[in-house]
C-alpha cells in the first residue's frame, strides 16, 4: 500500500535529470506470483554532471534482488535500496555506463493495475503515469527517452504470446516447456509507453498500406472466442490509419500495430508504442451486446489511441505538467476524426454536451485547475476533463484563430521541430505564432487560468441609423489560485441573424473581426456594426467557438427566434437548448408537481416542428429532442441545488412534451420501426436515436413502460433492447414486467462482464426510494467484483454520478454508502477509489441539509487512518 507522503510536485521546480538511460535491455521470466525483472540501463552522465553525483532512481513497492554496475556486483555500501527508491553513489568516473538491476514482482497479487498485473490471466502491463516504477527502478519521467530491446519468458502452455513494443527480433523454445521472444523498438521513448502483454488470446489480423507504400501488420487481441466483435475496432483502425494520412500526413513508422483487449483496466485506453492496451469495452462489439453509442465511442478511442502515435508518442512531454500537450491535442484530433466520420454538427453538439457535463463543473468547482497544471501531489489525479476536453476546446481555439491552413503549417512546423523530443507548451505555441505570425502570449492564458469565462452581451439597435451596436464583456470567477485573472483571447464565431438569413454590415468598429470570429481581448468590446438594415438577433459562439458561458442568455423570445431562424444549424441547437434550461430551471424554482406545464406553446411548437422536420438529419432531431439531464439543469441552477425539484420538473417537462407531440412521436415510433439487418453506421444509428426519443415521450405521456416493454421483447439489437430496459426501470422500477426484463437480461448475459455492467448501470440510476438499497444488494451479485473497474463503475459510478435523487438522499445514505464504497476500494486501487470521490466535486452547491450530509460522510472517510495519496488528494482538494 503506497503511504501518503505529502509531497507536491511543481511546474517551476522542473530540471532535466543528472543521467540518462539511452538504452533499455529488460528480461522477464514471467511467473503469475514470482516474476523476475532483470534490466541492463545503458547510462550516460550529462555534460557538465559531477562524477560523483548520485543516480537516484524512482521505484513503488519493489524488491530488488541484485544490482550490478559495468558487470560487478556492487558493494552494499555503494548504494541504498529502499521499496520506492534507488540510489547509488559508487559510480565509474566514466561519462557512461551499465546498471543491471534484478527485480522480483507478483503479478497476482497486483490489485492497483499498475505496472504487471494479471487480468483474466493475461500478463499486461500499464505504465502511465508512473507504473514502470513498479516493473523495475528507473528514471521514470517522460523526459528520459531510451530504446528498448524486451525479452520475454514464459511456459508456453500458459503464455503462447509474447508481445512488447517494436518489431519482434527473435523467438524460440526453452527447457521444460518455456518459450521466449525478444523484441525490440527503434524508437526511443519514455518508460510510461512500455508494454508487455502475455497470454493465451485469440486474433483477427488485417493490415494497411501506408501513404508511402509500406506493408503494415494490424493485429487485435482479444479473448478466444470474441474474434468477431473485433471486427468493427480493426475497420475503425484502418480508418483512423488512413484519416491521419490525408487530414494531418502522419504515417504509421513501424512494421506491426498491436491492439491488446483486456477486461481489468483503469481508464479507456493506453497508447503504448506499436502496442495499444484496451480495456476490452472500447474494443468488442456486435449488435447483440453493443449499443450504437458503445460503437461511436470504440471507433473514437481506437482513433485516439492511434493518433497518439505522433501526438504523445514521436513527441512526447517534457514532464507531467504538459499532459495536455498530448491529450488535448490528441482528443481534438479523434474529435475531427469522428466529425469526418459521422456528422459534424451532431459530433460537435454531442462535444459540448459532454464538455459541459463534465469539464464545467470540474471547472467551477474545488477541483478546478488550469488547463496546465502549475503543482500536483499525484499526477493520476489529473487525467480530467479540464486537460483532456478544455485542452482539446484550446487547440480548437488555435485552428479558430489562425484558419485551418495556417493551423496546419503550425502543427507541420511542431511535427518538423520536435519529433523525437519531449516538448512543452510553449514549443507548441511557438510553432504556430512562427508559421503563421500570429502572436499567442494572450492566447497562452487560456493553459495557465482555471474557471471559465462568462460572456455577459448587451445589444441595441438604431433603425435610422442603421447601426448595430453589440457590447461583450469578459469576466472570470474570483481567481482559485491567486493569481489575478486577466482578459484572454476569445474567438466568438458569429452572425447577425434576421428573419430570412445573416443579415449583411458594411464596416465594424471595436474588436478585431475576421471572416465570422470576433476577437474579443479586452475586459470589455463595444463593437459597433455599420449599414445594418434591419433589428437582427446575434447568433454568438456558433459551433461553441470557445469553451465560456452567456449569461444571462437572450430573453426567450430571441432565443426562440434563433431556435428558428439561425443560418448555422449548431446555433439553432443552441438556442433552444437554452430556452429549454430556462424554462426547466423556472420549474425546478417553482416546485412545480408532474402536472404542471413547463414550457410556454413558442417553445414546445418548436419541439414539435424539429421533431416532424424531414429536412434535418434523425440524429439532429434527436438531439434536439433529448432534454437536458437533471445534472444539467442543476448546473445551470448553480447552487441551493434541491435535486427533488429537478427531477419532478423533469418528469413534468418529458411528459408535457410527450402529450403535446404525441401523434408526431407515434407517428416517428411507428415510421423508423427496424427494417433489414442491423448497421452501425451514423445514418442508421440516428434513426434508431430517433426513435428511441420518441418511444421515451410517448412512454412518458402514458407514464407506463408498456411500449417499452413490447420493444424490449421484439428488439434485434442491444441498442434498442438496452433504451427499453431502461425506460422500464425508470418509470416502473418496481413492476413485475420490469424485473421479469431484467432477469430475461440476466439469463441470457450473466457471462459476459461487458453487457452485464448495462444491467448493473440501469438499474443503479433509476429515480426509485429503493435505488440504493438495490444497489447494496448488487454488490453481492456473483457478477460484480469489487477489483474489477467497469464494474464499479458501472454500479457505484453509475449511481453517484448518474443518479441525482439517488444519490443525493435527503438523510445522507447515499454518500456514506460512496464514502465507504471509496474506502474499501482504496485499498487496493487508488486511481479508481479518487475517480469514484470526484462525484462529490459539486456538493458545495447542493441545498444546506445535504450539504451538511455530503460534509459528514467525507470528513469520516478522511479521518480514516490508511488512505492512498489519490483518495488524500482529492479528498483534501473537495473539503478545503
Ligand atoms: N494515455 C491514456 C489515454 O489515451 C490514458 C491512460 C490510460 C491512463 N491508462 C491510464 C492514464 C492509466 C493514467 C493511468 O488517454
Ligand atoms: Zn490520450
Redesign the pocket.
Known amino acids: 500500500m503506497r503511504t501518503e507522503t505529502g509531497t507536491v510536485i511543481r511546474l517551476e521546480d522542473y530540471r532535466p535529470s543528472d543521467y540518462l538511460i539511452e538504452t533499455t535491455d529488460l528480461a522477464f521470466t514471467l511467473e503469475p506470483e514470482g516474476t523476475v525483472v532483470r534490466a541492463k540501463l545503458g547510462i550516460r552522465r550529462r555534460e557538465g554532471i559531477a562524477a560523483d553525483t548520485p543516480l537516484s532512481l524512482d521505484g513503488d513497492e519493489l524488491t530488488l534482488a541484485g544490482i550490478k554496475v559495468n558487470g560487478e556486483t556492487l558493494a552494499e555500501n555503494g548504494y541504498t535500496a529502499a521499496p520506492d527508491k534507488l540510489v547509488i553513489g559508487e559510480l565509474p568516473a566514466d561519462d557512461t555506463f551499465t546498471v543491471e538491476i534484478e527485480t522480483t514482482l507478483d503479478p497476482a497479487a497486483n490489485k492497483q493495475l ?1 505496472g504487471l498485473y494479471r487480468s483474466n490471466g493475461t500478463y499486461c502491463t ?1 505504465c ?2 508512473e ?1 514502470f516504477r513498479r516493473i523495475t527502478y528507473f528514471l521514470d519521467r517522460p523526459d528520459v527517452l531510451s530504446v528498448y530491446t524486451v525479452r520475454i519468458e514464459a511456459r508456453a502452455e500458459d503464455a503462447p504470446l509474447l508481445l512488447s513494443n517494436g518489431n519482434r527480433i527473435d523467438s524460440g523454445s526453452l527447457e521444460n516447456g518455456w518459450h521466449y521472444a525478444v523484441w525490440h523498438d527503434p524508437f526511443p521513448k519514455p518508460s510510461y509507453l512500455f508494454a508487455l502483454v502475455a497470454g493465451n488470446l485469440g486474433v483477427v489480423r488485417d493490415s494497411f498500406t501506408t501513404m508511402s507504400g509500406r506493408a503494415v501488420a494490424l493485429e487485435i487481441y482479444v479473448e478466444h472466442g470474441k474474434e468477431p466483435r473485433a471486427a468493427y475496432a480493426m475497420d475503425a483502425l484502418k480508418r483512423s490509419m488512413k484519416w491521419d494520412e490525408d487530414a494531418f500526413g502522419r504515417e504509421y513508422d513501424l512494421d506491426v500495430f498491436m491492439i491488446v483487449a483486456v477486461s481489468d ?7 503504448n508504442k506499436g502496442l495499444n492496451v484496451f480495456n476490452d469495452k472500447y474494443v468488442l462489439a456486435d449488435e447483440r451486446t453493443a449499443t450504437d453509442a458503445d460503437y461511436a465511442n470504440i471507433e473514437a478511442i481506437i482513433a ?2 492511434y493518433f ?1 502515435n505522433w501526438t ?1 508518442n514521436r513527441i512526447t512531454c517534457r514532464d507531467w505538467f504538459q499532459l495536455c500537450l498530448k ?1 488535448g491535442l ?1 482528443v481534438f484530433r479523434d474529435h475531427e476524426f469522428s466529425a469526418d466520420m459521422r456528422s459534424r454538427t451532431v459530433k460537435r453538439i454531442a462535444e459540448v454536451k459532454l464538455l459541459k457535463a463534465h469539464q464545467f463543473p470540474e471547472d467551477a468547482g474545488p477541483l478546478a485547475h488550469p488547463v496546465r497544471p502549475r503543482r500536483y501531489s499525484e499526477i ?1 489525479n489529473f ?1 480530467t476533463a479540464t486537460v ?1 476536453e478544455k485542452g482539446s476546446e484550446v487547440v480548437r481555439m488555435i485552428r479558430t484563430i489562425l484558419g485551418p491552413e495556417k493551423f496546419r503549417a503550425g502543427l507541420d512546423l511542431y511535427f518538423d521541430r520536435h519529433d523525437g523530443e519531449a516538448a512543452t507548451i510553449e514549443q507548441f505555441l511557438k510553432a504556430f505564432e512562427d508559421a503563421s505570425g500570429t502572436d499567442l502570449t494572450q492566447f497562452a492564458l487560456w493553459y495557465e487560468q482555471p474557471g471559465t469565462p462568462n460572456l455577459t452581451v448587451d445589444s441595441k439597435f438604431d433603425q435610422d441609423a442603421k447601426r448595430f451596436t453589440l457590447t461583450i464583456e469578459q469576466r472570470l470567477k474570483p481567481p482559485i489560485e491567486g493569481a489575478p485573472h486577466q482578459a484572454m483571447h476569445i474567438p466568438v464565431k458569429f452572425g447577425l441573424v434576421g428573419a430570412s438569413g445573416d443579415i449583411e454590415w458594411t464596416a465594424a468598429n471595436g474588436a478585431e473581426i475576421t471572416g465570422d470570429v470576433i476577437h474579443l481581448r479586452q475586459p470589455k468590446h463595444e463593437i459597433v456594426f455599420e449599414g445594418v438594415a434591419e433589428r437582427p438577433v446575434a447568433s454568438l459562439l456558433r459551433g461553441f467557438s470557445a469553451p465560456v458561458t452567456v449569461y444571462p442568455e437572450p430573453d426567450d423570445a430571441d432565443l426562440a427566434f434563433l431556435a428558428r431562424n439561425d443560418s448555422d444549424e449548431y446555433g439553432r441547437w443552441q438556442a433552444l437548448s437554452a430556452l429549454v434550461v430556462r424554462q426547466m430551471k423556472q420549474a425546478a424554482a417553482k416546485q412545480a408537481d408532474a402536472h404542471a406545464d413547463v414550457f410556454d406553446d413558442a417553445t414546445c411548437e418548436i419541439f414539435t416542428g424539429i421533431a416532424a422536420d424531414e429536412d434535418y438529419e434523425h440524429a439532429f432531431r434527436a438531439l434536439c429532442l433529448t432534454l437536458p439531464s437533471e445534472n444539467d439543469i442543476a448546473r445551470e441552477i448553480g447552487n441551493d441545488i434541491d435535486p427533488d425539484a429537478i427531477h419532478a420538473a423533469h418528469m413534468a417537462a418529458s411528459r408535457q412534451l410527450g402529450r403535446v407531440a404525441e401523434g408526431v412521436f407515434a407517428r416517428l415510433f411507428h415510421g423508423l420501426a427496424p427494417t433489414g439487418s442491423y448497421s452501425p453506421d451514423a445514418a442508421s444509428a440516428g434513426k434508431r436515436s430517433l426513435r428511441n426519443i420518441a418511444l421515451a415521450y410517448l412512454c412518458h405521456a402514458d407514464r407506463t413502460s408498456d411500449l417499452a416493454a413490447k420493444v424490449f421483447a421484439d428488439a434485434d439489437n442491444m441498442t434498442d433492447r438496452a433504451h427499453a430496459l431502461t425506460l422500464m426501470a425508470h418509470l416502473q422500477p418496481r413492476a413485475d414486467a420490469t424485473l421479469d426484463a431484467l432477469k430475461a437480461f440476466q439469463a441470457e448475459f450473466r457471462n459476459e462482464p461487458i453487457v452485464m455492467d448495462k444491467w448493473f448501470m440501469i438499474q443503479a440510476t433509476a429515480p426509485d426510494a429503493k435505488t440504493l438499497d438495490t444497489v447494496k444488494a448488487l454488490t453481492n451479485q456473483p457478477g460484480f467484483s469489487w477489483d474489477n473497474p467497469n464494474r464499479i463503475r458501472s454500479l457505484i459510478g453509475a449511481f453517484s454520478a448518474g443518479n441525482p435523487t439517488g444519490f443525493n438522499r435527503a438523510d445522507g445514505e447515499g454518500y456514506q454508502f460512496l464514502c465507504q464504497a471509496i474506502a474499501r476500494i482504496d485499498g487496493h486501487n487508488p ?1 479508481v477509489a479518487a475517480r469514484l470521490l470526484t462525484a462529490m466535486r459539486s456538493w458545495k452547491n447542493l441545498e444546506q441539509a445535504r450539504r451538511e450530509q455530503a460534509r459528514m460522510a467525507m470528513t469520516a472517510l478522511a479521518s480514516k487512518q490508511h488512505l492512498s495519496r489519490d483518495v488524500r488528494d482529492i479528498l483534501d482538494r473537495t473539503l478545503a
Open positions: 499498475m500499464q502511465e503515469a507504473g483496466f483503469n481508464m479507456g485506453a493506453m497508447e485516439h489511441e497518439h504523445g491529450e490528441t493520476n487525467y483532456y486511481q
